[in-house]
């Protein structure tokens, strides 16, 4: 029975992180799709993310099992990783503009070894051989990925690659703080507080630099709502509750499969067609993340739910 159940968690993890990877990967797409300067993006991706997943949490009557000596707790520290979401946002939504789609979504996604690093130091989830193997091949066929956009963009996109890679540590706290944090709280009550953080963060760096983020254009608003729909609801928040799931680099290793999604989408909606290295790069990246799984679906005691007494 025990195993049965521990299949039973790895299958629905496995089709959980399915879900998150394809929403996640619309995201690069939709950003280049839209007029807005890169921070009015991010203010209205998480704010409009804030208000679905409250609207969600309401009807599910979350509100009321949330406990208020855990909100005195953790308060802080959500509104700490919605800082930092706002962080990744920000500095990813613009190297999309500074560099190619490949380019940027694969440097970003270059966060599993600081994750992998930063569970390992923090909260103590260190990664078994097998695991780390599939990280670093996985991220290789990331560099594969890039390399020849990389060679072909020449120093007019280093900007936008240092702010992906950036954006790349951002992630990584940010994957950090949901494997301790998320679990015990209602995963609608966890994302609206960190969404909502995170766009409050983003208003006050768009005062801060003089940019107006009230956009009238229905066009803009309809790409937003894409955005806090596909990409927010359907991908960062399935993939937080995957966090009180399973360790935090098993996520962080399977968004790896962003770019491979993000590369094809831009193909059929920008007209960037990816070259032979980049097929290549699609190969190894996913057999780095089967390596993860196979070493997850092997070691089951390692699945850590929400009830887990001693869940970090």
Do not use: Q
């Amino acid at each position: 029975m025990a195993g049965s159940a521990g299949g039973s968690t790895t299958t629905r993890v496995v089709l959980l992180l399915f879900l998150s990877v394809s929403m996640v990967s619309s995201a690069s797409i939709l950003i280049r799709f839209s007029t807005s300067p890169p921070l009015v993006i991010v203010f209205w991706r998480t704010f409009l993310g804030a208000v679905f997943m409250a609207a969600i949490g309401l009807t599910h009557g979350d509100h009321r099992s949330i406990s208020k000596e855990r909100l005195r707790t953790d308060w802080m520290w959500l509104l700490i990783i919605g800082v930092i979401l706002s962080l990744h946002f920000s500095t990813w939504f613009t190297s999309l503009f500074l560099t190619t789609v490949a380019a940027s979504v694969v440097l970003v996604n270059m966060s599993p070894l600081l994750t992998g690093i930063l569970s390992t130091v923090v909260i103590g989830e260190s990664l078994r051989r097998r695991s780390w193997a599939g990280v670093v091949i996985a991220v290789l066929g990331a560099a594969f990925l890039a390399w020849s956009d990389l060679a072909a963009s020449g120093p007019g996109a280093l900007t936008g690659d240092i702010l992906a890679l950036l954006s790349a540590l951002f992630l990584a706290l940010y994957f950090i703080g949901g494997r301790r944090h998320a679990g015990g709280l209602p995963i609608t009550v966890y994302t609206s507080v960190v969404y909502l953080a995170a766009a409050a963060t983003t208003f006050c760096f768009c005062v801060a630099l003089g940019i107006n983020v009230i956009v009238l254009d229905a066009r803009e608003m309809i790409i937003f709502l894409a955005l806090a729909l596909f990409p927010t609801v359907l991908g960062h928040s399935v993939n937080n509750y995957v966090l009180t799931l399973v360790p935090a680099y098993v996520v962080s290793a399977a968004v790896l499969g962003e770019p491979v999604g993000a590369t094809l989408l831009a193909v059929v909606f920008l007209s960037e067609i990816p070259s032979p290295l980049t097929l290549v790069g699609f190969v190894i990246i996913m057999l780095g993340i089967g390596l993860v799984m196979l070493d997850l679906a092997r070691h089951e005691g390692d699945v850590l739910s929400l009830d887990d007494p001693n869940r970090p």
